[in-house]
């Protein structure tokens, strides 16, 4: 399609902040009236100013190119093998999939400690027909489609307590802890290690399950979370549904469509959400403590708002890990803000790192990336990492180093990807090798050991065959798909 032109960037721009501005005025009034009069008739009023901002925003792009196009999934073809480690917690890790003869070339294993089970090298699944649909309990009948139509493993999610599987058609498994609902499956148990589906009405292009909520991306840009909705001491409104409610079921965030907005990626903190749109607009919503949501206050929001300090910087990116964030923009700066106890931010130690430690609006991480050009970013619990036009990974927090390392050790080869986790880094070349660091006693190295290391070290466990295309990095467990060699 054609590039919008700059006047239709700024009609756009305009168009998304009128709607911004109405829709939230009548959310608020429908607030007030709702809580006095009980009576409909703010929010009917409101809806349709709105559906005249949308019609009138439609025909002012439609005039020059089309809008930005909803999120798609993350990867088109079905992986060759998935592989997963680390500690398997209530059933993050399908331990009924793993195939012992699975990982080449070492010598760990899997190990039992009280109720959790450490798998601490890579071990592949078994995703033959019939393997995947009996694990899943998929009602879909394979026995007469060709292989084509049959039900395939295409994308896997790590959270920090969960895991999700989405199929070939776009249709999402969870399994996991569900101590508030997160895993989106109803009114059920505590926890679940058989997966259950979650219905949604479009395919499913990204999913993030935090340590108290998750949030579901469709294909079409629509947001659904589920979850701990928050509390008077934590905080609420990380849902972004405008109140403090807790649903068990996935609820479709109604804001961003009332803000006539789409979602391209979103990231679930501890009680904060940070959603980027496909404008490049970040916004968050949840507790405001530490400065979590970016807008200088420490006020809880109830709706998804904007970040207004880096509101026209084009954002490609956001990461964010337990309660701080972090957003790439198109001319390769990375912005920080939130929590800061462990370094986190990369600000240095200019700043007191304490427990109190925050930067409450989007910070410059500068150092070392000052002058480079940022391509990649990714935010563990407490630490983060980013990867440079050249290939170099740095990485910072974890009360370890205060602003961006360079890691001297991967300057042999070419960096092209990152994920973190809790107290771990990933790290993937251009030829599809796996490196990781940081501390293994979860197993999540790969690295057939439970020792820390401070340099990144080769995941020995993939056959030399395939290379690596996507990894995921939980709290406590890994999963990576690969592809054939060429």
Partial sequence: PAQPTQTTKMIATTVRSATRIVSQYGRRSALLSSKSINDKSAVSSSCCSISAIRCFSSAALNNDAASSPPPQSTQTSTPHNVYMWGTSKQGTIPL??????????????????????IVNHPMSLNLDQGALTSFLGDDNDDSNTNDDDATKLQQIFCG???????????????FGSNKNGELGIGEGPKSTETPVHVPLPDPVAKVSLGPNFSAFLTTTGDLYTCGYGGSAVNGMGCLGHGNMESYQSPKLVNSLVEDGCYASDVHCGEYSMTVLT?????????????????????LDQLYLEPVEMIAGDDVVQIASGFAFSLALN????????????????????????????????????????????????AAGHSHAAAVTSTGELFTWGMHMDHEPKLENSLLHTKIVDVACGQNYTLALD??????????????????ASTKMTT?????EGIPAGEKVVTMSAGWTHVACTTALSE
């Fill in 160 to 174: 920090a307590t969960g895991t999700a599987m989405v199929l070939n058609d776009g249709r999402c498994f969870v």
């Fill in 278 to 298: 496909t404008e490049g607009e970040v916004l968050t919503c949840g507790t405001g403590s530490f400065g979590r949501l970016g807008n200088m206050e420490t």
């Fill in 430 to 447: 251009q030829e599809g090798r796996l490196y990781s660091l940081g501390k293994g006693k979860t197993g999540v190295l790969g690295l």
């Fill in 96 to 117: 009924s999939l793993l195939q012992e003869g699975g990982a080449s070339a070492s010598s760990g294993g899997m190990f039992s400690t009280g109720n959790e089970k």
């Fill in 455 to 459: 340099q990144p070290i080769l995941v």
């Fill in 330 to 377: 198109k001319g390769g700066i990375v912005h920080a803000w939130g929590k800061n106890n462990e370094g986190q931010l990369g600000a240095g130690v200019g700043l007191a790192v304490d427990v109190y430690a925050m930067e409450s609006l989007p910070t410059p991480i500068e150092g070392l990336l000052e002058g480079r050009k940022v391509t990649r970013i």
